[in-house]
């Protein structure tokens, strides 16, 4: 019988993992250092020695893994997958550290200061970081793009937590693996079994480390045209023309970071619902449509200067078919609702102050703008949501379900996903009518798919469907038996959808006086939803049997 290969003293499997996932921490550890100059910059000197002590912990384990096991073998695709589902849990916990140390050295006192003049509250929200689940929450919501938070007043968060919130977002959007393998600079199949690990398969150039530097380069570009337009449109709203100059250009960075990643971090109180702008509004849309469509398009139309590659790329035409099609009937259906309670409203919060009219233009106004932030997996909140009837909570969990395009930054099934499975029941209900021996094919954004190829992409979108579906269900059964009796169903797979599908979006459930279990149970959706759940299993058979057949 064979030995098997050790690296350092260990197996050369766990030696691979082990190595990479050491590298994801030596980048975050790097994030880390960039946030103590951020730090410094604000004269917030607990929060800079917070993210320092963070940054030396994070490094000392990144570095030491990546040394130790320096050594070790290439990965292969079942190591990529157990990479991803460990690095990005690795990263999620590490990336707490800053939270919590912040939360622990920063005086009551000076973390009071932080609490905005004229605020309806005393404490700030940082203080909530001292337990480490409500940290663990915010960072793997923050690293998978959820959203969702346990700060509930933003605005009393230091600048530099409200930055680190903003930045792992801003790079897990893009993903964590895409970064490591910038800039690492290692080519080959190493690199592309990580790559696809991180559920992504489409290359914009043969080489790796060149498309994910190319994917790096649109985002940032994309994130000055959204810095400067967030800015003008935050200066033109009632609530930005009175901030200074410095703090709407806060805001904007913000928002711009978040937007593109399709994350929904906020760093005010009510999300996008403070500036109560159809102007801010509307120039968020294009924003939040952009992280929403694969890198790969958008590499094609800026290269090429051609526009109609977007109606080209299947993902992208049925992505503008969804948000037209979803905008209108959640208007519909909201506007139904509306008409419905007036008079007597608890479901639309400006009803009864401004009339039906004016309500019902607000009505259509935040459906769409919520359609968008849903189906692009943003998670940005203009409306109550909570106040809504349960069909308006239905709609927009089907949009968070589905997700935009794969290989964009969005969460959810993806678009693609759910066309495979729809064609492939269209042509598995075509061959019932044809001879046993006859050939069919189907065709598939371009590609002719043979009976084999279909086959066995249909049975890859259903199964991940299917699982994915089956934990949503069971999450949101437990979840609507551990709130309060004023949530009901509706909002608990509101919530869990939201979660699961890396959104954002709440009803109200989501808090840091939600019951633990729940808590963590939401911990363990975003971190599923982020991977797409195969590379999660992959990971959990791995620890329990090894990665041997």
Same mark, same amino acid.
């Given at each position: 019988m064979p030995r098997r290969q050790t690296v350092a003293g260990v197996s050369a499997d766990l030696a691979t993992i082990a190595r990479d996932v050491? /590298? @994801?921490?030596?980048?975050?550890? +790097?994030?880390?250092?960039?946030?103590?100059? !951020?730090?410094? #910059?604000? $004269?917030?000197?607990?929060?800079?020695?917070?993210?320092?002590?963070?940054?030396?912990?994070?490094l000392t384990v990144g570095v030491g893994a990546r040394r130790r096991f320096a050594a070790a073998p290439e990965?292969?695709?079942?190591?990529?997958?157990?990479?991803a589902a460990a690095g990005w849990l690795a990263t999620a916990v590490f990336g707490a550290l800053p939270l919590v140390l912040t939360a622990h050295l920063t005086p009551a006192a000076v973390a009071a200061g932080f609490v905005p003049a004229g605020a309806d509250y005393a404490a700030s929200s940082l203080g909530v970081f001292r337990n480490p689940l409500h940290a663990l929450f915010e960072s793997m919501s923050g690293w998978t793009?959820?959203?969702?938070?346990?700060?509930?007043?933003?605005?009393?968060?230091?600048?530099?937590?409200?930055?680190?919130? /903003? @930045?792992?977002?801003?790079?897990? +959007?893009?993903?964590?693996?895409?970064?490591? !393998?910038?800039? #690492?600079? $290692?080519?080959?199949?190493?690199?592309?079994?990580?790559?696809?690990?991180?559920?992504?398969?489409?290359?914009?150039?043969?080489s790796i480390v060149s498309t994910v530097r190319t994917v790096w380069k649109i985002f940032l570009l994309y994130t000055v045209l959204s810095v400067v337009a967030l800015f003008l449109a935050i200066r033109a709203s009632d609530y930005g023309a009175s901030l200074p100059l410095w703090e709407a250009g806060w805001q904007a960075l913000n928002h711009a970071m978040t937007a593109l990643?399709?994350?929904?971090?906020?760093?005010?109180?009510?999300?996008?619902?403070t500036y109560d702008s159809?102007?801010?509004?509307?120039?968020?849309?294009?924003?939040?449509?952009l992280g929403a469509i694969a890198f790969p398009v958008h590499y094609g139309v800026l290269k090429h200067r051609d526009l109609g590659r977007l109606r080209a790329d299947l993902q992208t035409r049925w992505l503008f078919v969804l948000l037209v099609v979803g905008a209108v009937g959640l208007s519909a259906q909201n506007l139904v609702a509306l008409t419905d309670a007036f008079g007597g409203s608890v479901d639309y919060a400006r009803l009864d102050a401004v009339g039906l009219s004016a309500a019902q233009a607000d009505a259509?106004?935040?459906?769409?703008?919520?359609?968008?932030?849903?189906?692009?997996?943003?998670?940005?909140?203009?409306?109550?949501?909570?106040?809504?009837?349960?069909?308006?909570?239905?709609?927009?969990?089907?949009?968070?379900?589905?997700?935009?395009?794969?290989?964009?930054?969005?969460?959810?099934?993806?678009?693609?996903?759910?066309?495979?499975i729809v064609r492939g029941i269209q042509w598995q209900f075509s061959r019932v009518f044809l001879p046993s021996n006859a050939v069919v094919n189907a065709r598939i954004d371009g590609r002719l798919l043979d009976r084999e190829t279909m086959e066995r992409?249909?049975?890859?979108?259903?199964?991940?469907?299917?699982?994915?579906?089956?934990?949503?269900?069971?999450?949101?059964?437990?979840?609507?038996?551990?709130?309060?009796?004023?949530?009901?169903?509706?909002?608990?797979?509101?919530?869990?959808?939201?979660?699961?599908?890396?959104?954002?979006?709440?009803?109200?459930?989501?808090?840091?006086?939600?019951?633990?279990?729940a808590e963590a149970a939401f911990v363990l959706n975003m971190w599923i939803g982020r991977l797409e759940i195969i590379p999660v299993l992959v990971f959990a058979r791995s620890a329990l049997y090894g990665l041997n057949p």
């Amino acid at each position: 019988m064979p030995r098997r290969q050790t690296v350092a003293g260990v197996s050369a499997d766990l030696a691979t993992i082990a190595r990479d996932v050491g /590298s @994801l921490l030596a980048m975050q550890a +790097g994030l880390m250092g960039l946030s103590v100059v !951020v730090a410094v #910059l604000a $004269r917030e000197p607990y929060a800079a020695g917070a993210f320092l002590l963070a940054a030396v912990l994070t490094l000392t384990v990144g570095v030491g893994a990546r040394r130790r096991f320096a050594a070790a073998p290439e990965p292969r695709m079942k190591h990529g997958m157990v990479v991803a589902a460990a690095g990005w849990l690795a990263t999620a916990v590490f990336g707490a550290l800053p939270l919590v140390l912040t939360a622990h050295l920063t005086p009551a006192a000076v973390a009071a200061g932080f609490v905005p003049a004229g605020a309806d509250y005393a404490a700030s929200s940082l203080g909530v970081f001292r337990n480490p689940l409500h940290a663990l929450f915010e960072s793997m919501s923050g690293w998978t793009g959820s959203g969702l938070t346990m700060a509930v007043h933003e605005p009393s968060l230091p600048r530099t937590v409200q930055w680190w919130r /903003s @930045l792992i977002q801003y790079v897990g +959007g893009v993903g964590v693996i895409v970064l490591t !393998v910038s800039i #690492l600079s $290692r080519p080959g199949s190493g690199s592309y079994a990580l790559y696809r690990s991180e559920t992504r398969e489409e290359r914009i150039h043969p080489s790796i480390v060149s498309t994910v530097r190319t994917v790096w380069k649109i985002f940032l570009l994309y994130t000055v045209l959204s810095v400067v337009a967030l800015f003008l449109a935050i200066r033109a709203s009632d609530y930005g023309a009175s901030l200074p100059l410095w703090e709407a250009g806060w805001q904007a960075l913000n928002h711009a970071m978040t937007a593109l990643s399709t994350g929904g971090f906020s760093v005010t109180d009510n999300s996008i619902a403070t500036y109560d702008s159809p102007l801010l509004e509307t120039v968020l849309l294009p924003v939040m449509t952009l992280g929403a469509i694969a890198f790969p398009v958008h590499y094609g139309v800026l290269k090429h200067r051609d526009l109609g590659r977007l109606r080209a790329d299947l993902q992208t035409r049925w992505l503008f078919v969804l948000l037209v099609v979803g905008a209108v009937g959640l208007s519909a259906q909201n506007l139904v609702a509306l008409t419905d309670a007036f008079g007597g409203s608890v479901d639309y919060a400006r009803l009864d102050a401004v009339g039906l009219s004016a309500a019902q233009a607000d009505a259509v106004r935040d459906s769409a703008f919520q359609f968008v932030s849903a189906l692009s997996c943003t998670g940005f909140q203009s409306a109550p949501i909570g106040r809504w009837a349960a069909g308006g909570k239905l709609i927009l969990a089907g949009a968070m379900t589905l997700g935009g395009a794969a290989g964009s930054t969005v969460g959810g099934l993806k678009i693609i996903r759910g066309y495979t499975i729809v064609r492939g029941i269209q042509w598995q209900f075509s061959r019932v009518f044809l001879p046993s021996n006859a050939v069919v094919n189907a065709r598939i954004d371009g590609r002719l798919l043979d009976r084999e190829t279909m086959e066995r992409e249909f049975s890859e979108a259903a199964i991940v469907s299917l699982l994915w579906l089956l934990l949503l269900a069971a999450s949101s059964l437990l979840l609507v038996n551990l709130v309060g009796p004023e949530f009901t169903y509706a909002d608990a797979l509101f919530e869990v959808a939201s979660a699961q599908g890396n959104v954002g979006l709440s009803t109200g459930i989501t808090g840091p006086t939600m019951p633990p279990l729940a808590e963590a149970a939401f911990v363990l959706n975003m971190w599923i939803g982020r991977l797409e759940i195969i590379p999660v299993l992959v990971f959990a058979r791995s620890a329990l049997y090894g990665l041997n057949p």
